[in-house]
C-alpha cells in the first residue's frame, strides 16, 4: 500500500478511535453521573427512613414518659384525696363522739328506735346499740311493742340503734355509722377535692 493511502487509512483508524473514546468517555461520564444520582436517591431515602425510625423512638420515648409521669400524678393525686376524705370524716367522728353525749342525741336516739318499732309492727326483734348506749337499753326497750332484746353491737363505734326482726325478715339501720358512711361515698362522688 502506497504510504500515502497508509497514513490516511491510520489517520481515519485515528478518528474514529478518538470519536469512540470521546463516545465512551460522554457514556462514562453520564453512567458516572446516573449512578451518583441513584446514590444519592439511595443515601437520602435511607436517611429519610433513620431520620423517622430515630424520631418515632424518640417520640414512643417521650410518650412512655409522659404516661408515666401522669400516671404517678394521678396517684399521688388519689393518694392526696384519700388522706383528705380520711381527715374530713375523722372531724366529723369526732363532732359525731361529742354528739352523743348530749340530750339532743339521747332524743334522736329514741326518735330512731320508734321509726324501728313502727316498722316492726310489734313483731318480736332484736334491738342493737353501741357498748356506750347500752345504759339506754331500758328506755329504748319499751319503745316496742313485742318482745324486743337488746344487744351490743361492736360494729356500732359512734351511736345509733339497729334492729332486726326475723318474723319480717328486716333489718333496719338508723346508726350514725351507717349514715355516715352513706355520706362518704356521697362526698367522694360529689366532692371536688382540687389538689394543686
Known amino acids: 500500500m502506497p504510504k500515502n493511502k497508509t497514513d490516511n487509512f491510520l489517520k481515519a483508524i485515528q478518528k474514529y ?22 446514590a444519592e436517591q439511595k443515601a437520602k431515602q435511607e436517611s429519610k427512613q433513620i431520620i423517622k425510625a430515630k424520631l418515632g423512638e424518640k417520640q414512643n420515648e417521650q410518650t412512655a414518659h409522659l404516661a408515666s409521669n401522669i400516671q404517678e400524678g394521678q396517684r399521688k393525686l388519689f393518694i392526696e384525696r384519700v388522706k383528705m ?7 366529723v367522728t369526732d363532732k359525731l363522739n ?22 316492726f309492727d310489734g313483731k318480736d ?25 337488746v344487744e351490743a353491737d361492736v360494729t356500732i363505734r359512734i351511736g ?15 346508726t350514725l ?11 367522694c362522688e360529689n366532692a371536688t377535692l382540687n389538689v394543686g
Open 17 to 38: 478511535a478518538n470519536a469512540q473514546k470521546k463516545a465512551m468517555k460522554g457514556e462514562i461520564a453520564q453512567l458516572k453521573s446516573e449512578r451518583i444520582k441513584e
Open 85 to 91: 376524705t380520711d381527715e374530713v370524716f375523722a372531724m
Open 98 to 119: 361529742a354528739y352523743t353525749e348530749t340530750d339532743a342525741y339521747r332524743l334522736k336516739l329514741n326518735e330512731s328506735a320508734k321509726a324501728i318499732a313502727e316498722l
Open 125 to 149: 326483734c332484736v334491738v342493737y346499740l353501741s357498748q356506750s348506749d347500752l345504759d339506754k337499753a331500758e328506755d329504748i326497750k319499751k319503745l316496742f311493742g313485742g318482745s324486743a332484746e
Open 160 to 174: 345509733g340503734v339497729k334492729g332486726y326482726c326475723k318474723e319480717l325478715g328486716i333489718i333496719a339501720d338508723e
Open 177 to 187: 355509722d351507717s349514715k355516715l358512711e352513706a355520706q362518704r361515698e356521697w362526698f
